[in-house]
């Protein structure tokens, strides 16, 4: 196809012109782009003044309106004998025990009472034996199979 017809009629280099038709001169303007950033930027500034304003405000009011803390925390560190009464958390300040050494006693008492050998009702033939021993005997004998009696629905 061939532009010379083209070419021909506008003039070499010539625009076509088309009254329906027309034309940006140019893509882009710059200057609004500039200006959209200037409003930005301006906005911006307004608007971390205005923050400022609000921060120094509040922490003012706050500070004039602080009421220093009660006695009792000021005596906490001086003298444990103006605590409040017990029971208290275990592990603040002003409390005997230790409840990492509260554990290792209860572990120690749980595990002594597992392995422990003892009668619990010696006319009715009842006795507590060490667990492992209480796994073997059931592991030989198997569990026996009488069920309990059902409780009666009212």
């Known amino acids: 196809m061939s532009t010379e017809s083209y070419n021909k009629e506008h003039g070499a280099g010539g625009v076509p012109r088309h009254s329906d038709v027309s034309f940006e001169s140019r893509d882009v303007k710059v200057a609004s782009i500039y200006r959209y950033l200037g ?8 608007a971390l003044v205005v923050c400022i304003y609000i921060l120094r ?23 444990f004998k103006s605590l409040p009464p017990e029971p208290r958390l275990q592990g603040v300040p002003g409390h005997i025990t230790d409840p990492q050494q509260d554990l290792r006693n209860k572990i120690e008492a749980d595990s002594e009472a597992n392995e422990r050998l003892d009668w619990i ?28 009696p059902a409780a009666e629905k009212k």
């Open 39 to 46: 409003v930005l930027a301006a906005t911006t500034l307004v």
């Open 57 to 79: 405000f509040t922490s003012g009011f706050v500070a004039s309106n602080d009421i220093p803390p009660p006695e009792s925390r000021e005596l906490l560190g001086k003298d």
């Open 121 to 148: 009702d010696r006319q009715r033939g009842v006795a507590q034996i060490p667990v492992k021993d209480a796994m073997k005997i059931i592991a030989e004998k198997g569990l026996s199979l009488v069920n309990p």
